[in-house]
């Protein structure tokens, strides 16, 4: 797993993970968006023959995040799951048994199609519209949004970045999007594609790299001590002196990093 | 023959009608009656339906003498599989004229995708003695419970056109449709393929009839045939010559200049065709002739395969009746019947190979003793000597091959969603069936294995959690699909083998107008302007799959694109090209005078070309580097087509950045291929040749293959085949929403978590065999490391050079390290 890249906005210390998730310091919750857990399972159950090794990844990738930076609650900007029930969400609902002590707010998206028992019964909180917590605001589709004095942090879009060079080269990365009023997360789920967005001059925009091989690294380079001057996100540490995986160098470029792109 | 009853009814029939039998057909009766298989060799217009639709009558009416006249309901005799739904009415209506002429009680049926639903219910009530059908529709016949007593009382199955089916999957479809029916009958049937003439008809028979050897008693031992027709046209070729040489050329105003000199020769003949490459182009021809002569308006008409089928048919039946002036049409009328009135064709921009030139030239002249005449209109200067190439390639008659398809996973996965719809199959009893084809006879039984193992298992998959149903695995070993969703939705999806998403176009009061690609509407907002069908359209908006529209009369439109169809310049035509390159630098250097009238009137772009860089001899290949604000440019000139070039722009990249770390975009044409790159190209005289090698050719070019994501492109067919995308059902958008996906999507899915997948491995296939033409590149490498190459470091551009400048289709292109590119693309941010 790459380390994560440090961002701070309305006075707010956040951590923006290569795994496509924000880790918000001051309120030790990871906001996540766009999962589309059961989209393999919907196209497989339909005849469409999907791997269905995207999806058990995509659990592992939201474990690993989980036990990075031990957040107490997941803020979940929209489309956890993709349709209906199918088997693929019981093999969540045994995850879920694993984090009896993590919240999960679920800000309602198009996709979450699924009867109120059944987020009961997964422990998840639905939040229909707009959650407000501080000086943030979530809600799924930014166009839903109402016109508040809050910051918005929204998904349903999966925004991707087109970046060239000369000679007309490009590439496309999913990114995160910082404008001066909403913020647009990736999408998490693996399975999902890219639309290209068209940022102001003035916001943020952060390309996704995609890791090597596609399997996140976990915990790679081990018991190393932290170095002079690079900063490591405040994370409810434990009982345990857990290692702390560090940038090779500051900005440091790779499969399966960030970086800044305006 | 000539005694039997059968015989002499027909010849009496002609007889009446002022026709004799062309000896072709003679000698195609005479193998039908012998139940022999076997290749029809004739052009359209000539008698070839009746050299297979006659000689099955004089079967029946032989079978039949007492009561032919009066026996009906005889169930299916004569299958006609024919790749073009337009063909079918007139091919129909041809025999219906026959049978009444005759006075027999058969019916002829018509069997596609606009086949009304009651028609076919009556049809399955009482099959018609002849049945016309496409590949798809024949697949449908075989999605249906209890299909082999349809083809019980078969006895002639004719495949129409087979060279256009023969090297596309559509004619693997039919191969796998051939060997079933083959199969399912007690009694033999026979296969008769009419083609035109290509390179390849013996393998082309071959793999026509593959499926028929090693039946044992089901030929009754008769030898395979290929009847030739013989009938030599005389064709003249002129070329319309622009006023003034453009020493740039480039394809940017294809060739709308010269639509002053087109007028003249529309009034000189009483109808003519105008042949454009791309349905986009065939759009603005239409309008710009309408503007130049508005006189023409009400006898000018538009085809391509984008227009409403019944303004299509519209236009044909308009077309046979002769009140057309003239019709701007694509390859949509490349096939089919003739059109008598035509008598004159103009080929705009090149044929792409001297086949289709000669099929178009073709079209024309079909009164007896007449000429074929065809102008070639240029689209760019450069392309005149395709003229001059063109003619020296039909008289030493180089016509070009069809190259079969092998192993077509996708059509196969397909196909055997199909057989499990309707009765089910036995894997163990299809696969010898399947070998028998040509297309999968090197099907390796691990292959055969996997293929099960995906249509019922569905690949990767996590165990418990899995509910992945298509296919089911009965307990005595039948391979069925009992679901009826599933089996609705395949159903759906066997026509789509043809396969770019098309939206319906409508007005909002309603009206069908045609047919576009989802590519283009993407693209546009609502309130803008675009033309198809020759008429001005306002977007409104997208629902329930289709694009409504109203009227507009704004002056500026924009054209739709159309994706598909970009054919390369055939191998046969480049080395014509390449010999006429060779006569003109000879010219250039003042050596000798060229015979080619278009030669001449290049010769000052010729000289400017050799004084700028070099004209190259027919056995040096050139490479000028020049550098641009735009970068540092490495142009080739092969003049192996544009998909050649491709493969070898990526290996070439390839091989460059093995020494030096840099990266490449690439643009190409049917005459070269250019490398752009933001650093200088580290390619001399010390390192071309090695460049160039054809030493590991497929290791290296499936390295580049790798990074430069061919595969990506071909994966959309073969996602869309293999059903891995569905793509809605018809009125009912919404309820597929959440089963939306893109082949790219897909593409990345599979290639991450299940690289090995068998639809991969085709892609990946697809582009060394197609795609990268590796046959073809190989010979052009060692080609050119028999000859020689020439470097040159022009100042400027070249005229060479011009065209791929502008026409640029650049494609992204990397082998350095991710990161190491990233950071050069942020410093130039900067």
Not at chain 2, 404 to 415: E, T
Not at chain 2, 806 to 815: A, Y
Request: glycine share 8%; hydrophobic share 40%; charged share 25%.
């Amino acid at each position: 797993m790459q380390p994560a890249f440090p961002y701070r906005i309305k006075g707010q210390q956040l951590w923006l993970s290569a795994d496509r998730c924000i880790y918000w310091e001051e309120e030790r919750s990871l906001i996540v968006s766009d999962l589309h857990f059961g989209k393999t399972g919907h196209f497989r159950k339909a005849g469409i023959a999907v791997p269905q090794s995207v999806y058990r990844e995509d659990l592992l990738r939201l474990l690993c995040q989980i036990q990075y930076f031990r957040p107490r609650q997941l803020l979940v900007v929209g489309d956890l799951f993709h349709s209906r029930e199918n088997k693929e969400l019981e093999l969540f609902l045994k995850w879920r048994e694993d984090f009896p002590h993590l919240g999960i707010e679920l800000i309602e998206g198009n996709h979450d199609i699924l009867h109120k028992d059944w987020y009961e019964k997964a422990a998840i909180r639905v939040n229909p519209g707009v959650l407000t917590l501080g000086p943030f605001s979530f809600v799924h589709d930014i166009e839903e949004a109402a016109a508040s004095n809050t910051y918005y942090f929204s998904g349903h879009l999966h925004p991707g970045i087109r970046i060239s060079g000369m000679g007309k080269q490009s590439l496309r990365f999913p990114c995160f999007y910082f404008g001066s009023e909403y913020a647009i997360l990736p999408a998490f789920g693996r399975f999902t594609g890219t639309v290209s967005i068209d940022p102001a001059p003035q916001d943020h925009v952060f390309a996704i790299l995609p890791p090597a091989n596609g399997v996140p690294r976990v915990g790679a380079p081990r018991g190393r001590l932290p170095m002079g001057g690079v900063r490591t996100p405040a994370r409810d540490m434990g009982e345990r002196n857990r290692p702390v995986t560090r940038p090779r160098s500051a900005g440091w470029i790779g499969p399966g990093s960030i970086f800044r792109i305006q | 023959m000539r005694l039997t009853i059968g015989y002499q009814t027909i010849a009496a029939w002609m007889e009446a009608e002022g026709r004799r039998p062309f000896a072709f057909q003679e000698e195609a009766w005479e193998h039908i009656l012998a139940g022999r298989s076997g290749l029809v060799n004739a052009p359209t217009g000539c008698g070839k339906t009746f050299s297979v639709f006659l000689g099955a009558l004089i079967d029946f009416i032989n079978a039949h003498p007492e009561d032919y006249r009066t026996r009906s309901a005889n169930g299916l005799q004569l299958l006609w599989i024919s790749p073009l739904r337009a063909l079918a009415k007139d091919i129909g209506r041809a025999m219906e004229e026959v049978i009444r002429g005759l006075g027999l009680r058969w019916q002829v049926g018509i069997r596609n995708g606009d086949t009304e639903v009651s028609e076919r219910q009556k049809q399955k009530r009482r099959m018609p003695e002849v049945l016309i059908i496409t590949p798809e529709s024949l697949h449908l016949l075989l999605a249906q419970k209890g299909y082999p007593e349809v083809f019980r009382s078969l006895k002639i199955i004719a495949v129409d056109e087979w060279h256009e089916l023969l090297g596309s999957k559509r004619g693997v479809q039919v191969e796998l449709a051939l060997a079933r029916i083959a199969r399912v009958k007690e009694a033999a049937v026979s296969i008769i393929g009419i083609s035109a003439t290509i390179g390849n008809l013996e393998q082309a028979k071959e793999v026509l009839l593959a499926s028929l050897q090693g039946m044992a008693g089901a030929m009754g031992g008769a030898k395979d045939f290929i009847v030739r027709a013989n009938i030599d046209k005389p064709i003249d070729v002129e070329s319309i010559l622009p006023d003034e040489i453009e020493n740039y050329p480039w394809a940017g105003h294809l060739g709308l200049k010269l639509i002053h000199k087109v007028i003249p020769i529309l009034e000189q003949s009483r109808t003519t065709l105008i042949f454009i490459n791309t349905r986009g182009m065939s759009e603005t021809w239409y309008q710009s002739l309408l503007n130049v002569a508005p006189d023409l308006a009400g006898a000018l008409a538009l085809h391509h395969g984008s227009i409403d089928m019944e303004l299509r048919n519209w236009v044909e039946e308009a077309l046979h009746e002769g009140k057309l002036k003239a019709v701007v049409c694509t390859a949509s009328l490349d096939l089919g019947v003739d059109f008598r009135p035509v008598e004159t064709v103009i080929q705009v921009g090149s044929p792409k190979g001297v086949a289709r030139f000669l099929q178009r030239a073709g079209r024309s002249g079909h009164q007896p003793g007449q000429v074929s005449k065809i102008y070639f209109l240029p689209t760019h200067s450069l392309e005149l000597m395709e003229a001059a190439a063109l003619k020296s390639a039909m008289t030493e008659g180089l016509i070009e091959s069809r190259e079969p398809m092998l192993l077509c996973f996708d059509v196969l996965i397909q196909y055997l969603s199909t057989l499990a719809i309707s009765d089910g199959f036995y894997p163990d009893a299809l696969f010898p069936e399947l070998r028998s084809t040509y297309c999968y006879s090197e099907m390796t039984e691990d292959e055969w294995l996997e293929i099960l193992h995906f249509i019922t298992e569905g690949g990767v998959a996590l165990q418990q959690y899995d509910e992945y149903k298509k296919v089911e695995v009965m307990e005595d070993g039948l391979y069925k699909i009992n679901s009826r969703r599933v089996a609705m939705r395949h159903r759906l999806h066997i026509g789509t083998i043809v396969s770019d998403a098309m939206l319906k176009v409508r007005f909002t009061t309603g009206g069908f107008v045609g047919m576009i690609e989802e590519y283009f509407i993407s693209r546009l907002d609502p309130g803008d302007v675009f033309t198809l069908a020759g008429r001005n359209l306002e977007f409104v908006m997208i629902k329930d799959m289709t694009v409504l529209v109203r009227k507009s009369n704004a002056k500026k439109s924009r054209v739709p694109s159309w994706n598909g169809g970009r054919m390369p310049l055939s191998a046969n035509l480049g080395m014509m090209l390449r010999r006429k390159l060779d006569e003109a630098s000879a010219m250039v250097e003042g050596g000798s005078g060229s015979k080619d009238l278009e030669l001449k009137v290049l010769q000052p772009l010729f000289e400017l070309q050799a004084a700028l860089s070099y004209m190259p001899r027919e056995n040096q290949l050139l490479i000028e580097q020049i550098e641009t604000k735009d970068g540092f440019h490495l142009f080739v000139y092969p003049f192996e087509g544009r998909l050649v070039h491709e493969a070898m722009a990526a290996l070439l990249a390839y091989r460059i950045s093995r020494t030096t770390p840099i990266s490449f975009s690439f643009a190409m044409n049917d005459y070269g291929f250019e490398l752009l790159s933001d650093q200088p190209i580290p390619v001399d005289d010390t390192n071309v040749f090695e460049l160039f090698s054809p030493d590991d050719l497929t290791a290296d070019i499936q390295r580049s293959v790798n990074s430069a994501e061919m595969a990506r492109r071909k994966f959309r067919d073969i996602a869309v085949i293999g059903g891995l995308i569905f793509q809605g059902y018809p009125g009912e958008y919404a309820k597929a929403r959440h089963l939306q996906s893109s082949a790219g999507l897909l593409f990345n899915v599979f290639s991450e978590y299940d690289p090995h997948n068998l639809l991969i491995r085709q892609a990946y296939n697809e582009v060394m065999d197609q795609q990268m033409e590796e046959r073809r590149l190989r010979n052009m490498l060692e080609r050119v490391s028999g000859g020689s190459i020439v470097l040159r470091w022009p100042a400027k551009l070249t005229p060479f050079c011009f065209p791929l400048k502008v026409d640029s289709m650049r494609e992204d292109l990397s082998s350095e390290k991710l990161e190491d590119r990233v950071r050069r693309m942020q410093a130039q941010l900067r």
